[in-house]
């Protein structure tokens, strides 16, 4: 089953664009919205991580927007750069029910930023 | 330094030779899982394990096995490896904190070809 679908698969920006992954998701029960980076050669990493109760968070160039009703969240990267290159993984879960989350990894999206 | 180490990186193996890769976390952590890594798909849970002695079957477990008798480490056992076993895998821990959003840190992976 597919309970998470990311898009688009693959992206390429030019330095200095935004950047927008999005998420979907099926499952109600979710409750714990991150977003992990992956660089080739390395096991993800989490960026930033949403929670339910708000509609928007922001680290640095990062931001997470979640919309509950339609059960959508996305990453918005500001003044995208070389360095953000990499692949970039939703990855909802249940975080309140049972502390360690079981997490459904969406199925990735390849980030390109170009010079 | 805050790791969790894997070995081997990179395995290359016969159909049906029993393989094990090691993951070790140094964080005192109680949950564990494992992934295998596919392009298209995102990345699958295998097995987890919320603490010493206590593990279960994530979403792909067909093939595996795993134990854990300490903390600190979480084996991945491929008894008789076939060729749709090669993947990249991951090995994850996290605290477990009950109601709380527990971040998963990840391994460096292990790359494994099933010839």
């Known amino acids: 089953q597919q309970q998470v679908k990311q898009s688009p698969q693959s992206l390429i920006v030019q330095k200095g664009g935004i950047s927008i992954i999005n998420c979907a998701y099926e499952?109600?029960?979710?409750?714990?919205f991150p977003w992990y980076q992956q660089f080739p050669g390395k096991g993800p990493a989490l960026l930033i991580a949403i929670r339910p109760d708000v509609s928007e968070k922001k680290e640095g160039r990062f931001t997470i927007s979640f919309n509950k009703s339609a059960k959508q969240f996305s990453l918005h990267i500001m003044d995208s750069q070389p360095g953000d290159s990499a692949t970039y993984f939703c990855?909802?879960?249940?975080?309140?029910?049972?502390?360690?989350?079981?997490?459904?990894f969406g199925q990735g999206t390849r980030l390109t930023i170009n010079p | 330094e805050a790791q969790v180490t894997q070995n081997p990186r990179y395995l290359i193996t016969v159909t049906g030779k029993k393989l094990t890769v090691t993951c070790s976390q140094n964080?005192?952590?109680?949950?564990m899982s494992w992934y295998r890594q596919d392009p298209g798909l995102g990345l699958r849970q295998i097995y987890y394990s919320m603490n010493v002695e206590v593990t279960d079957k994530g979403d792909v477990p067909e093939g595996y096995k795993v134990s854990r008798k300490e903390k600190r480490n979480f084996p991945l056992i491929l008894e008789s490896p076939s060729p749709n076993q090669t993947s990249l895998y991951f090995c994850?821990?996290?605290?477990?904190?009950?109601?709380?959003?527990?971040?998963?840190?990840f391994g460096p992976g292990t790359r494994l070809t099933v010839l």
């Open positions: 964080m005192n952590h109680e949950y």
């Open positions: 499952n109600t029960a979710f409750d714990y």
């Open positions: 990855a909802p879960g249940e975080g309140q029910r049972q502390g360690a989350q079981k997490l459904v």
């Open positions: 994850a821990s996290s605290t477990r904190e009950t109601h709380s959003y527990n971040e998963q840190f």
